[in-house]
């Protein structure tokens, strides 16, 4: 089943403990990508990958940073965490000719 | 890219068609409208996508107008499964050389009411 795999779907934290959420897709798509969504706010791009080794800023990137080693896994990184960045994020990968894929979420709390 | 206005709340009936409209007046002539809903806090669903003619699928119909300034999603028989918040997106379709930079504006709340 063609899907995007996030994992953990939640993670409870403390502030500047290093975290790492995983996003692994399976239809061997170029382009991968993470949004964070808050109330009243919206879906909102943090990082884009349009193929391996290649990443570029979304609008809201400070804080994350994210590496693109392999077609297939795009993990978001964390290194210092802090309360405002307690939200929902979903991944979501895509290709030339099909529309965004998003996983399932991860339902971040950084106390 | 191109951003996106939408109506941030709608109701219908159950039953009836909903035709949520968006705005897109600095669209560009190689942007494609997309649409997606967000059941709750589920990743959100890719719906439908048309660049300038109308399309349908078995989920809905779109329609653009003549200068692509703006667009309509028609649910044609809406249930209480369709209650979503949905998103209107302009994209690049094919973006080899260019981003996949999107924004998300803050979308429409529909409800069905039974």
């Known amino acids: 089943e063609a899907q995007v795999t996030q994992n953990p779907r939640y993670l409870i934290t403390v502030t500047g403990k290093k975290l790492t959420v995983t996003c692994s897709q399976n239809?061997?798509?170029?382009?991968m990508s993470w949004y964070r969504q808050d109330p009243g706010l919206g879906l909102r791009q943090i990082y884009y990958?349009?193929?391996?080794?290649?990443?570029d800023k979304g609008d809201v990137p400070e804080g994350y940073k994210v590496s693109r080693k392999e077609k297939r896994n795009f993990p978001l990184i964390l290194e210092s965490p802090s309360p405002n960045q307690t939200s929902l994020y979903f991944c979501?990968?895509?290709?030339?000719?099909?529309?965004?894929?998003f996983g399932n979420g991860t339902r971040l709390t950084v106390t | 890219d191109a951003k996106t206005t939408q109506p941030p709340s709608m109701d219908c009936a159950e039953g009836r068609a909903a035709n949520l409209p968006c705005n897109h007046s600095?669209?560009?002539?190689?942007?494609?409208v997309y649409w997606y809903r967000q059941i709750h806090s589920q990743g959100p669903q890719y719906i439908i996508h048309g660049l300038k003619n109308n399309e349908t699928n078995e989920m809905a119909s779109l329609i653009i107008t003549e200068d692509r300034k703006s667009s309509t999603l028609i649910l044609p028989h809406a249930t209480l499964r369709d209650t979503a918040v949905y998103y209107c997106?302009?994209?690049?379709?094919?973006?080899?050389?260019?981003?996949?930079?999107?924004?998300f504006g803050k979308g429409t709340k529909l409800t069905v009411n039974p």
């Open positions: 239809m061997n798509h170029e382009y």
């Open positions: 979501a990968s895509s290709s030339l000719n099909s529309p965004l894929h």
């Open positions: 990958s349009m193929n391996v080794e290649v990443t």
């Open positions: 997106i302009v994209r690049v379709f094919g973006t080899q050389g260019g981003s996949e930079k999107l924004v």
């Open positions: 600095t669209i560009s002539g190689n942007e494609y």
